[in-house]
């Protein structure tokens, strides 16, 4: 059964083990993806953000033109021919291109008029003036603009449903084809040059850098390159030059600027850098709690074996003590038994009778006085009865009424004694029991070299009890599990000799509640020096030996005897 539920702890300990952990591994792998997902979504935001800065290009040009695709074209038209000038509402918006310094100047080809194949005047508007004025002076660039405009529209006009379309040759010029849409065809061409100086310096600079300039919080660096001559025009960040290997993303502007490139390297964003910030905070409580968590498991389970030694060791014990009690009792009885009947008449007989039925009655004695002892300790109900005491004389009437009996067993005893010892406050019965067990220990963990060392001596503030002997030692493993209740060391020695494991812990109770400490000093096969230390005990008045207030004081409350401490 016992061992049904050994196996079963073992299997939920690893179930509990397993479970942890791959929770652990999916919040790991969780919080990777969310973080993947977020370095994605900030890509995609980056690219967006390029995406508007073209779209954005694209409208500045359309500044003085918001509007004239309400207008009716039919009617513009007709005044166009009727007076050589736009009506006012076209007019307008003419006059505030004008003042646009994005564009020079700007020209007029009314339909049918063949400028630029054959040097016939062109018309231009004159600011001062407010009049479109013909000239026979324009640049190619005019030309070509309305050039590539009309090819254009020969393809459009058919399905065209806007009255008018814009198109760009490269970054030279803008030109409005003007449409007709009554009678779907186009009535004239107006082409504004673009101020080259202005478009790169003044706006698309200043817009670039007002947008990505700095790539600690926009994330990007951005460089317009003009890939025919294979230059960069501008960059968001001068400090960067340009890096064909960074770039990671191109955009080219929607239908205009076309020998023109966005070119794009992401840097780590603030976003990114918070999102792994975020990974690192969240994988360090994750871990932190794993640690806890496993560590928490490991402890209960570690008690629990413990607990279940402990209660493997009673279960040894009560079997055990049984038979220990018995085996008095029964050759007492024996003996008992044959005196009674009257066949002992022999006085040496008589004699060793008498011997053998106090020896094993002592023997019993003992046995049950530990077991009240251990029992007292566990029920919190030690009595003792403090009072200021010289260990000296206590340890020397424990010496007058045993040392003979250490003597027979073959030990030498090295007494050594600081006669003027400090008085401490310690229960006597509980130091005749504390002295006596340590001893009995170094008689029966003693092999050849029967040695029992007893030194007493005053410590700083303490007065210090030492039991050394040359016996089998402590193995090191064993040493914190001395002073617990049922605990042997498994060893033949221990195995022959008799005891159930309670003597030290009953001695480590006793000097505890004595206000005192108790520490061993072993090594395997090299003896073992048992130490016990009681606080020296000082008058009230006088606080010059070396004792605290604090330690004064509690000697001055145990005194109020008798103590009921557990
Ligand atoms: P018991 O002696 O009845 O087994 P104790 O509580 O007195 O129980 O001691 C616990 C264990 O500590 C012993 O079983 C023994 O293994 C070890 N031990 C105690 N005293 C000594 C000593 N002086 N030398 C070596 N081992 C000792």
Redesign the pocket.
């Known amino acids: 059964m016992l061992k049904k539920y050994l196996s079963l702890r073992w299997v939920l300990l690893g179930t509990a083990i397993v479970t942890i952990l791959g929770l652990t591994a999916m919040n790991v792998f969780s919080l990777f993806r969310l973080h993947q997902t977020t370095i994605e979504s900030d890509l995609e935001n980056k690219k967006l953000q390029v995406s508007e800065f073209t779209d954005k290009v694209h409208h500045r040009f359309f500044n003085p033109y918001w509007g004239i695709d309400k207008l009716d074209m039919d009617h513009t038209q007709r005044v166009f021919e009727q007076t050589g000038q736009f009506p006012p509402a076209f007019q307008r918006h003419i006059e505030q291109a004008a003042a646009d310094s994005i564009f020079t100047d700007i020209y007029f080809k009314p339909h049918g008029c063949r400028a630029c194949q054959n040097e016939t005047s062109l018309l231009r508007f004159d600011q001062l003036d407010r009049k479109f004025k013909p000239t026979t002076e324009y640049s190619e660039f005019v030309c070509d603009g309305m050039g590539i405009a009309r090819t254009r529209m020969k393809v459009l006009i058919d399905e065209y449903r806007f009255n008018y379309k814009s198109i760009f040759d490269t970054h030279y010029s803008m030109t409005l084809a003007l449409i007709n849409l009554s009678e779907q065809e186009i009535f004239g061409y107006l082409t504004m040059l673009i101020d080259q100086d202005y478009l790169v310096n003044e706006y698309l600079h200043k817009e670039l850098v007002r947008r990505f300039g700095n790539p600690d919080s926009s994330g990007v660096v951005v460089w317009l390159r003009d890939w025919t001559k294979d230059e960069t025009v501008i960059s968001s960040d001068h400090a960067r030059t340009f890096d064909e290997d960074k770039v990671q993303y191109k955009q080219r502007f929607p239908d205009f600027f076309d020998n023109w490139t966005l070119k794009v390297a992401f840097t780590e964003s603030p976003t990114i850098a918070a999102s792994k910030a975020s990974l690192f905070k969240n994988f360090a409580v994750l871990g932190g709690a794993v640690v806890i968590l496993l560590g928490a498991i490991g402890f209960i389970f570690v008690t629990a074996q413990k607990e279940r030694a402990l209660a493997e060791r009673q279960a040894g014990f009560l079997a055990n003590v049984t038979h220990e009690l018995k085996t008095p009792l029964a050759v007492m009885q024996a003996a008992g038994e044959n005196l009674a009947d009257g066949r002992v008449d022999n006085k040496e007989r008589l004699q060793s009778y008498g011997r053998h039925i106090h020896s094993e009655a002592l023997r019993l004695k003992r046995m049950i006085e530990k077991l009240l002892d251990v029992a007292k300790a566990d029920a919190g109900q030690s009595i003792i009865e403090p009072k200021p005491v010289d260990l000296n004389r206590l340890v020397q009437r424990y010496l007058d009424n045993h040392e003979p009996y250490i003597n027979n067993k073959g030990f030498t005893l090295d007494i050594s004694m600081d006669e003027s010892l400090p008085p401490v406050m310690v229960d006597e019965d509980s130091f005749n029991t504390i002295i006596g067990?340590?001893v009995?220990?170094?008689i029966?963990?003693?092999e050849d070299e029967k040695y029992i060392g007893i030194q007493l001596q005053k410590k700083h503030t303490q007065v210090r009890l030492e039991?050394e002997?040359h016996?089998?030692?402590?193995p090191r493993s064993?040493i914190k599990h001395?002073?617990e209740k049922f605990?042997?060391?498994e060893?033949s020695?221990?195995a022959q000799?008799?005891?159930?494991?309670?003597?030290?812990?009953?001695?480590k109770n006793l000097v505890e509640l004595n206000g005192g400490t108790i520490q061993?000093d072993?090594v395997k096969g090299n003896?073992?020096t048992?130490i016990v230390e009681f606080p020296i005990l000082v008058d009230p008045g006088n606080n010059g030996n070396g004792t605290t207030d604090e330690q004064s004081q509690q000697h001055i409350n145990q005194q109020d005897k008798p103590q009921y401490v557990g």
């Not at 016996?471 to 402590?474: C, K």
């Open positions: 067990n340590l009995e220990n170094a029966k963990y003693s039991i002997d016996g089998v030692g402590i064993a001395i002073f605990y042997r060391v060893d020695l221990t000799s008799k005891g159930h494991g309670l003597g030290l812990s009953i001695v061993v072993s003896g073992s048992f």
